[in-house]
């Protein structure tokens, strides 16, 4: 048993796919499936579901993916002790999503190393971009990107839109719902805007006002007290209790969600443990 082999069956059983965690961890997929073939020889068990859609963990393999999550974030601290990286972290991510999407996963750091120093950016897709150029900060969750070419983007997510707002049930119909809304938004150079604009465009409807709020928390309250509707993920949705909300049609229901680094950029142990912490607390969240 070896860390990579343990990498291998962590990327397998979290994308549910041989071929997937093949191309990720630039393996050939014989050599992914010989890696799994051996960890389950060393335990005498099966630890996959193979089926036409990939495959998935059994009660075995469940057991087994969270001891060896559990193995490799103390192999990365480990990494950071022996080289003695600096404890830091300068991290990006969007006003939408504020720290809701990445706090869990600092908190966790911080009980590993008290001393660590975090750098935290937010904004438009366009100002993180432009953090990471300018080297102010390392790594960043952006939805949407601007396809710079000295931009590295890794689509870690999709993330699905609802509209929220005051009054809607069952039977509420979108386009009459929304007609004439204000839209509440966090700021004139937010994606969601420009989503919401093109949703007015595309079904030949009027807005409302636009009214800028001034952080995440606030846009929700604004919204359930009827000052107007905003665009959110369902995750954010959902864990913020709102009960009622409207799916958006095609194409505009999806948005990408992206990691992104500067082209050449490395990832130090903490930022690595920083990214498999983020994707492990946003699964939990997914999974509830």
């Not at 073939?37 to 057991?63: A, C, M, P, W």
């Not at 919401?196 to 595309?202: D, K, V, W």
């Not at 948005?255 to 950029?265: Q, S």
Request: hydrophobic letters at 40%.
């Amino acid at each position: 048993m070896d860390i990579e082999n343990m990498k291998a069956f962590v990327s397998v059983a979290e994308l549910k796919s041989i071929s997937a965690a093949a191309s990720k961890l630039n393996h050939l997929q014989s050599n992914m499936t010989a890696k799994i073939k051996k960890i389950e020889n060393h335990y005498n068990q099966e630890l996959f579901i193979r089926n036409s859609k990939g495959v998935t963990l059994t009660k075995d393999g469940e057991k087994l993916y969270h001891q060896f999550k559990k193995i490799l974030f103390v192999w990365e601290e480990t990494e950071n002790v022996m080289i003695q990286h600096d404890e830091k972290i300068r991290v990006g991510t969007m006003i939408s999503m504020g720290g809701t999407q990445i706090s869990p996963a600092l908190n966790k750091l911080y009980q590993t190393y008290p001393d660590l120093s975090v750098t935290l950016k937010t904004g438009s897709t366009e100002y993180i971009e432009s953090q990471i150029l300018l080297g102010k900060i390392d790594l960043a969750y952006t939805i949407g990107s601007l396809k710079n070419n000295n931009i590295k983007y890794k689509k870690v997510a999709i993330e699905e839109m609802v509209v929220i707002g005051q009054g809607i049930n069952r039977s509420t119909i979108f386009e009459d719902y929304i007609s004439e809304k204000n839209l509440l938004v966090l700021s004139d150079n937010c994606l969601y805007l420009s989503i919401l604009q093109n949703m007015y465009s595309n079904f030949n409807i009027t807005q409302g006002e636009i009214i800028e709020v001034g952080d995440p928390e606030s846009l929700l309250q604004f919204a359930m007290m009827g000052m107007g509707i905003s665009l959110v993920s369902k995750r954010i949705a959902r864990k913020y209790n709102f009960e009622q909300y409207l799916d958006v049609p095609s194409p505009f229901r999806f948005v990408d969600l992206y990691l992104i680094t500067r082209l050449n950029h490395e990832f130090t142990p903490i930022e690595r443990q920083f990214i498999e912490l983020t994707n492990t607390i946003d699964e939990m969240e997914i999974n509830n």
